[in-house]
């Protein structure tokens, strides 16, 4: 486990026993305490650099006002907790005060796991909705280009990427997906430059364990270099072309 995932953890461990502990001896605000501070913490700072709690506290305050200085009783908990949901960039959001007089708001950011790079250009994250991509950041994951349907990539396409990205031999292998129609899938490897033609993803699973064997077992011996194509579309052989 990364050292930043541990922090992070312990951090969000902490501030969950202060919000039991202050539920538990302090169950109502004193209604003359004032907000005097907004505290917002991105959860996942370390792994996603897509927010930071200034951007957060901006658009906070076009969304909600100035929160600052309103008796903390009064403050619209629920209402930041939905604002803040309506960011392109959160998955989750949670809001508290303590005592003392200070909101503190705890986010954590939507992890994108492909993008898109078509007709139009965006991410789809870990629970298969769209992501905007940001001119300020990137994220490092599988690229799918070509005409690709939304509603393709969001079931078979999705779960295809996940496929590759959870083997660590085809994780290697693929650097990018084209999408010529859902019927007709290309591969482009890192290495060389063939195209591997996938076809439709039905048994896609058999289609790699092919090429796999004739990565490992016949190109090793004579060479794939010179092939424009690998056609994977044909039972029980791979069909290459010069």
Known sequence: MKV???ISIVCGSFLTAYVLFATFFFPSMP???LCKQVSIRVEDAAERAYLTPNELQQYLSTSCGNLVGLPVDELPLGQIEHSLLKHPMLRYAEAWCSPDGVLYIQVTQREPVLRVMGDENYYVDSDRR???VRATTAAYVPVVTGRVPQRFVMGELFDFVQFIEKDN???AQIEQIHVVSPQCIELV???GSGIVILGSLDNYTGKLRKLKRLYQEGFSAFGWTDYAELDLRYK?????RK
């Open 189 to 191: 490897p890192r290495v």
């Open 236 to 240: 029980g052989q791979v069909v290459c």
């Open 130 to 132: 769209r992501m905007p």
């Open 4 to 6: 930043s995932t541990v």
């Open 169 to 171: 031999y085809w994780r």
């Open 31 to 33: 209604s003359n305490v």
